[in-house]
C-alpha cells in the first residue's frame, strides 16, 4: 500500500537544465596538432589527439581550441617532469568534460547507441598506446 496521490500518466520531468547538452558518442574530425607549438613528449601528442577527436570538440569555439592548445603545452611540460602541472591540468579538462562526474556535473551526455561498432577494430590500437604511455611514465618517474 502506497501513501500519497497516485502518480499522473505521462509525469513531466521539471528539473531538466535548459542548458544540459546530448552528444554523438562518435570521434569527430578533429584538428591536426600545431607544428607551432613545439611538443616533444608522446604523451602530449595523444592528448592532443585524444581531445581533438573528442565527441566534445564537436561544438568548440576557437577560444576553446586555443585553451586546448595551452593544455597540451602544459601536458608536453608534465611529461618532461614538471610534475606540479597535473593540478592545473586537471581543472582545465574537468572544463570540457574529462570524467563521468564532470560531464555530469556540466549536464553533459552521449548519445550511446552510435559508435559502438567502431571502437571493436580501435581496442589493438589502444592497447598498443596504453604500453607506450605506461613506459613512459615508468620512464618520467624512475627519473
Known amino acids: 500500500m502506497t501513501r500519497g ?13 535548459e542548458h544540459a547538452q546530448q552528444l554523438s558518442s562518435t570521434a569527430t574530425e578533429g584538428r591536426a596538432l600545431p607544428a607551432g607549438l613545439g611538443i616533444k613528449s608522446a604523451g602530449a601528442r595523444r592528448f592532443w589527439k585524444t581531445w581533438a577527436t573528442s565527441p566534445q570538440a ?5 577560444t576553446d581550441w586555443a585553451e586546448l592548445e595551452i593544455t597540451t603545452k602544459l601536458v608536453d611540460a608534465l611529461f618532461q617532469g614538471d610534475l606540479k602541472l597535473a593540478g592545473e591540468i586537471r ?7 574529462a570524467t563521468t562526474e564532470d560531464r555530469a556535473r556540466l549536464r553533459m551526455s552521449f548519445d ?8 571493436a577494430g580501435e581496442d589493438a590500437t589502444a592497447v598498443a598506446s596504453t604500453t607506450d604511455m605506461d613506459e613512459e611514465l615508468y620512464r618520467l618517474l624512475s627519473e
Open 5 to 17: 496521490p497516485r502518480p499522473k500518466d505521462n509525469a513531466v520531468r521539471r528539473n531538466k537544465h
Open 112 to 119: 550511446d547507441n552510435q559508435g559502438q561498432d567502431e571502437t
Open 58 to 62: 564537436g561544438k568548440w569555439a576557437e
Open 91 to 97: 581543472q582545465r579538462v574537468a572544463k570540457w568534460g
